[in-house]
């Protein structure tokens, strides 16, 4: 089991840059398939970005080129750098953790969540 904690998130003017961190504890995150999810008021959770065991990345088509997930392991963190924010990036963020062997882009099959760290851009 692993516990999840976000932060990094908070208010920045468009075009800026954010940096979220998801720390693990319990077990490490290089154990997992890690992902980054976000939610919008009204809308559904969806998929940001997922760095697997092996290090392969995915991204959203809406954030490629923008944002980028890492993994130190020696810190047990992941990351979610954010350059060129838009307004449209404003959302809850979410990191996650999945047990399959696979990486997923569908929330409801990752097993851990963190509680979330909001982001807002401001236009």
């Known amino acids: 089991q692993v516990q999840l904690v976000e932060s990094g998130g908070g208010l920045v003017q468009a075009g800026g840059s954010l940096r979220l961190s998801c720390a693990a504890s319990?077990?490490?995150?290089?154990?997992?398939?890690m992902g980054w999810f976000r939610q919008a008021p009204g809308k559904e959770r969806e998929f940001v970005a997922a760095?697997?065991?092996?290090?392969?990345?995915y991204y959203a088509d809406s954030v490629k080129g923008r944002f980028t997930i890492s993994r130190d392991n020696a810190k047990n963190t992941v990351y979610l750098q954010m350059n060129s924010l838009k307004s449209e990036d404003t959302a809850v963020y979410y990191c996650?953790?999945?047990?399959?062997?696979?990486?997923?882009?569908?929330?409801?099959?990752?097993?851990?969540w963190g509680q979330g760290t909001q982001v807002t851009i401001s236009s």
């Open positions: 319990g077990r490490t995150v290089s154990s997992y398939g």
């Open positions: 996650a953790a999945e047990t399959a062997t696979w990486v997923s882009k569908i929330a409801h099959e990752y097993d851990y």
């Open positions: 760095i697997s065991r092996s290090g392969n990345r």
